[in-house]
Each structure stands twice: as C-alpha cells, then as structure tokens.
C-alpha cells in the first residue's frame, strides 16, 4: 500500500518540462533537416548552373575554333567591369560600342558598292561615272539590255551570260569591271599605303576557289557598309609584355563550313548540291552561326544562338519549335553603364597575331564565373589577322 502511494506518476510540471524538451530537440532535428535541405537545393542549383554555364562555354568555343570568318560588337574598356555579385552593377564609366571585322574584309566592304561577289573574284568594280559614261552612249535598247544585266543578282548572272553572245558577254564586263590597262593606271594613281592595302586584300582572295568565294560574300553582304576597328587593335605590346583590353560581346558572328549529309537539305537545295556534285565539284555547307548577348528590356540576362545552313536548311535554328529555341542560357550576368547601355557578361580578351580567344562568362545566379587557362585557338590561318 505504500508503495502505491509513493507512485505517484508524473507531476504536471515534470510533464510540461518533458514536452519542452522534446519541442526542442524536434526543433532543433527540424531545423538541421531544413538547413540540410536548403544546402542540398543550393548545391543542386549550383550544379545545374555549373552545368549549364560548362556546355555553353565549350559550344562557343567549339564554334570559334572551326570559324573562318569572325565579326564582333561590343563594348571596349581599359579597365575590368565587376561581375562578382548576383546583383546588377553599375559603372561610373560610359562605354561606346565597337564593331570588329579582319582589315582586308573591312577593305572589301569599303570598296565595293555592292555585292561582294565580284570583287571576291579578283575585279575592282568600275567606277559609276565611267559605267553611265559607256551606257549612255549606246542606244535605247541596249542600254536597256545591259543595265538589266547589271542588276541581275550574282546568283543568277552566270545563267544570263550563257544566254548571251560573245560579244555582248564582253561589253558587259567592260562595263562591269575595269579592264588590265585601266586598272594599271589605278595602281599607279595609289599612295603607298593605298597599294600596301591593295596587295593585301590582292594576295589573300588571288587563291580563293568558288567555295570561299561564296562564303566570304556571304558573310560580308550581311554586314553594313562602314569602317570597322581591327582585332589588333585590342592588344597591346610594350616592353615585351602583353595588355589586353577588355572586350564585352554583345553580338558574335561566326562562319565555318561544314560536310553536308543531304537526309537535311529540303528538295531545292538538294538539288542544287546533287547538279555542282555532278559538275565536279565537292560543296560544303557555309554555315553562320550568330550569338547574341543580353538584349531589350527583360532579355539583359539571355545568351541566343541562330544557325543558318545554305544547304541543311533542316537545321536552321528557325526550323525549330518552342518560343526558347534560340534561348542558350537566361542566367548571364550584366552591368550597366552611366548612360544606361547594358554591359553584357561574356568577356573576350583577343590576341589577334595568334588568331586567338579567350573568353569569361558571367553568371548572375550565384556569382559565378566560367572560363579555361588560356586562349582558344582558331584552327584556320588568318581569321583575325592578315597575312604580312
């Protein structure tokens, strides 16, 4: 009977201190879990954005290093934009942008008022007034005849002249291009730096066959007529040391060819391929591959991408559904300046001499940044500068 009275249970305060204690640990178990969890998600996103940012870096560069033709906007700076917080930063600085071309391109767009094609050829087109001098001399008709072969689009020009005499094919390129002995006198009338310049552009298309013809005319019709800046200009030599400026992408514009499996050619271009194949001749694709940097309102964080076959037309970005095909990445980092442009994050430090580039991209999800040991190498000769 004593003993009963002496069991007595739990008091109602030995209760309410047991239960505290284990609201406590259940916290405190709780809160580890949640902490864990947050840290799980984070290196999951870190992972994911790690991920992202390696397969983007590797496709640029993948792409620079096939490319035979580069252009490139952007802003140029002598000092370093900071990309080292996830929050937007702002520069004291304002930057104008540039746009970048190999100087014997930036000659050829200089000089030609038209379609590249024929000054790709070798011929310097002739001079307006001495064309409309020759034409007005002819009759109604001809006049007429030849000035519709002269707006005839270099696609289709061969085809005319097949359809033309001897003669009158002659006329043409008398009218269209200058002649051995008036273009001899032209060379004489030169400066020396005039000539300098000529015998570069001369002596890099003299070898050229219709392949690279087609594809530097390609790439240059696309571009507008204006003076562009060199790559060289963006690299610095001074006591046997190297400075670079920084260059900050906000378009990218490569072109290198590629073998064409026709099972992605529609009809049209592939017949086209199967009529040169049957000539003679061993086409490749000319592809153009256009990476854009940051853009309007609400897209400062977008990496696109556009490819455009000639033939494999079935692999053009456009042949794609989905309002994001052309959306690489919606996590690159930007800046802005004291005029409000947007300062995209991938960054480019260019060794023109050695046709190379080294690229950093900035991610704005978790301060990142992404980029290899060295310059990227572009396995064509003479991309980014002439030939001495």
Do not use: W
């Not at 767009?109 to 064309?131: A, V, Y």
């Not at 006049?143 to 005319?160: K, M, Q, V, W």
């Not at 530097?216 to 400026?245: I, R, W």
């Amino acid at each position: 009977m004593k003993n009963l009275q002496r069991n007595k249970g739990f008091t109602l305060v030995e209760l309410i201190v047991s239960i505290a204690i284990l609201a406590f640990i259940i916290i405190a178990v709780g809160g580890i879990m949640f902490s864990n969890n947050i840290i799980y998600r984070k290196e999951k996103a870190d992972l994911t954005v790690q991920s992202n940012a390696q397969d983007i870096y590797n496709k640029i560069n993948e792409d620079i290093m096939q490319a035979k033709h580069v252009y490139i906007e952007g802003y140029v700076s002598s000092t370093k934009v900071d990309f080292s917080s996830n929050k937007v930063a702002v520069s004291a600085n304002t930057y104008a942008k540039s746009e970048f071309l190999l100087p014997t391109d930036n000659y050829i767009k200089d000089k030609c008022s038209g379609d590249c094609t024929s000054m790709l050829q070798g011929n310097m087109e002739r001079n307006l007034t001495s064309r409309e001098t020759m034409l007005s001399g002819m009759s109604a008709a001809d006049e007429a005849f030849y000035r519709g072969l002269l707006n005839t689009p270099e696609s289709d020009i061969e085809a005319a002249l097949n359809a033309c005499t001897s003669a009158q094919v002659d006329t043409y390129r008398s009218l269209k291009y200058y002649s051995a002995s008036e273009f001899d006198d032209i060379k004489k009338a030169m400066s020396d730096d005039e000539k300098a310049e000529y015998t570069t552009y001369y002596n890099r298309v003299r070898y050229f066959d219709s392949q690279q013809i087609s594809e530097e005319a390609t790439f240059l019709n696309a571009l507008p007529k204006k003076t562009y800046s060199s790559f060289d200009s963006l690299m610095t030599v001074s006591g046997g040391s190297q400075t670079y400026d920084y260059l900050y992408i906000t378009k990218l514009v490569l072109v290198f060819s590629q073998k064409i499996d026709t099972s992605y050619c529609d009809s049209t271009t592939k017949t086209k391929y199967d009529n040169l194949v049957a000539a003679g001749e061993k086409p490749k694709d000319e592809v153009t591959v256009t990476y854009t940097f940051g853009g309007g309102a609400g897209h400062e964080k977008e990496i696109y991408v556009d490819y455009d076959y000639k033939y494999m037309t079935a692999l053009n970005t456009s042949s794609f559904s989905g309002i994001d095909n052309e959306v690489l990445t919606k996590q690159l980092n930007y800046a802005t300046d004291a005029s409000g442009n947007v300062i995209p994050g991938c960054e480019a430090q260019i060794d023109a001499e050695k046709d190379s580039i080294k690229l950093f991209l900035y991610f704005a999800d978790n301060s990142m940044t992404y980029t290899d040991r060295g310059m990227v190498k572009i396995r064509n000769s003479y991309v980014l500068h002439d030939a001495k």
